[in-house]
């Protein structure tokens, strides 16, 4: 899956006119990926690949869980 096949699900489900507005919580999700790539690799050496990837699925079982409450998107961006 990509973004695109999202696109109209969330640009319609929070009501959006603006195409801009709607595509800025996938702005946010490729540009943290980028920004967090080398922190990620830095704790994967120093503490291990299992801790890490630990750490990782429950930070993103929380993202997920708090995401599922939210009803406007400036809130949403903030959980991606």
């Known amino acids: 899956y990509n973004y695109a096949q999202f696109f109209n699900l ?3 489900h929070f009501a959006l ?3 801009l507005l709607a595509a800025i919580p996938g ?3 490729i540009t943290f990926f980028l920004f967090i790539a080398p922190l990620s690799v830095y704790l ?3 503490y291990g690949t299992r801790r890490i990837a630990l750490l990782g699925t429950f930070i993103s079982t929380f993202s997920l869980l708090i ?3 939210i009803s406007q998107t400036e809130n949403f961006v ?3």
């Open 27 to 29: 702005q946010f999700l």
């Open 67 to 69: 995401s599922s409450f």
């Open 78 to 80: 903030l959980f991606i």
């Open 10 to 12: 969330i640009q319609n």
């Open 17 to 19: 006119k603006s195409k």
């Open 44 to 46: 994967t050496k120093e």
